[in-house]
Nanobody, 123 residues
Framework: QVQLVESGGGLVQAGGSLRLSCAASGGTFSRSAMGWFRQPPGKEREFVAAISGYGVSTYYADSVKGRFTISRDNAKNTVYLQMNSLKPEDTAAYYC????????????????WGQGTQVTVSS
């Protein structure tokens, strides 16, 4: 059973940066595609970014492209989301997710989820 634990959320001013981390345990991390999703207040969970098992391929939502960077360190079983130039509309609970096989944009494709970490961007 894969377990995911996110950290790194917090309160930041618009234009600032945060780095989220997601530590994985209990599975074959290097073979797992990893994704970040977010859920703004009162809205559905949406795709943010994903990375393939060995980090060869990355994918981003248009709303974060050029500002966010997903990366992974398979030696540490950790995936990161570097968020720069943050905007108030980035405010959401951010979730890490894992699946075997290829990375996808669809939350229903991911089998394992973390508990989430809150990111709040003030204007």
């Amino acid at each position: 059973q894969v377990q995911l634990v996110e950290s790194g959320g917090g309160l930041v001013q618009a234009g600032g940066s945060l780095r989220l981390s997601c530590a994985a345990s209990g599975g074959t991390f290097s073979r797992s595609a990893m994704g970040w999703f977010r859920q703004p207040p009162g809205k559905e969970r949406e795709f943010v970014a994903a990375i393939s098992g060995y980090g060869v391929s990355t994918y981003y939502a248009d709303s974060v492209k050029g500002r966010f960077t997903i990366s992974r360190d398979n030696a540490k079983n950790t995936v990161y989301l570097q968020m720069n130039s943050l905007k108030p509309e980035d405010t959401a609970a951010y979730y890490c997710a894992a699946r075997y096989y290829s990375a996808t944009y669809y939350k229903t494709d991911y089998n394992y989820w973390g508990q989430g970490t809150q990111v709040t961007v003030s204007s």
